[in-house]
Structure formats: C-alpha cells, structure tokens
C-alpha cells in the first residue's frame, strides 16, 4: 500500500505561482514514476504532468507545457509541481499519482496505482 499526500495548493490571482508537493510513503516500488492531474468541477480528470525515477524523462500536457515543471527528490519521496504564469482555467483539483512500473503510458489515468486525496488550486481572475 503507497499513501500519497498533496500540499501546496491554494488561492492565487492569475499570473500567480504556486509549487506543489507530494510525498510518498509506504510500499513504494523501487524506481517508481510519479504523475500530476487535476479533475475541474464536472470535467474528468486530466493528465498534467510525469516524472521517470531518475527525473530524466518527462512529460507535459500541451496546456501546461512552459508553464509548468515537475521534479522529484528521490531522498525525500517528494515529487513537486512548480506551477508558473497560472490562469483562471487551471483551476481545478491537483492530485499526484504513482506507478510502480516502467516509464510507459504515464498520461493515462489507469498507469497508475495509487492516489493521493487531492489539493485545490483556485486561480482568480
């Protein structure tokens, strides 16, 4: 079992930044993958954002690409979100996710097998 929990997240004007953390503890998978998405009020949840074990290989959702940066500190089971140049339309719930497999599929909701509960980012306009 992996437990995953959020934090960082919160209210910010539009053009605002905020970073977003997530750690991870209990049976981690060595050399896992750590994914970003966000669910809007009665939209379905969206790919955002994933990071290979090594942080080599990453990968981004056009609407985020340059705006958003992912990492992770393997020491401290920590993946970040670094959310820059934020709109309005990026608000939503962010949730992280992990992957206890090889780097493939990481923008599919079902790569992933465990969940964090969430954090809220509201971006005002």
């Known amino acids: 079992q992996v437990q995953l929990v959020e934090s960082g997240g919160g209210l910010v004007q539009a053009g605002g930044s905020l970073r977003l953390s997530c750690v991870a503890s209990?049976?981690?998978?060595?050399?896992?993958?750590m994914g970003w998405f966000r669910q809007a009020p009665g939209k379905e949840r969206e790919f955002v954002a994933a990071?290979?074990?090594?942080?080599?290989?990453?990968d981004y959702a056009d609407s985020v690409k340059g705006r958003f940066t992912i990492s992770r500190d393997n020491a401290k089971n920590t993946a970040y979100l670094q959310m820059n140049s934020l709109k309005p339309e990026d608000t939503a719930v962010y949730y992280c996710?992990?992957?206890?497999?090889?780097?493939?599929?990481?923008?599919?909701?079902?790569?992933?097998?465990?969940w964090g509960q969430g954090t809220q980012v509201t971006v005002s306009s």
């Open positions: 990071i290979n074990w090594s942080g080599g290989s990453t």
């Open positions: 209990g049976r981690t998978v060595s050399r896992y993958a």
């Open positions: 996710a992990h992957r206890g497999g090889i780097y493939r599929y990481v923008t599919e909701v079902n790569a992933y097998d465990s």
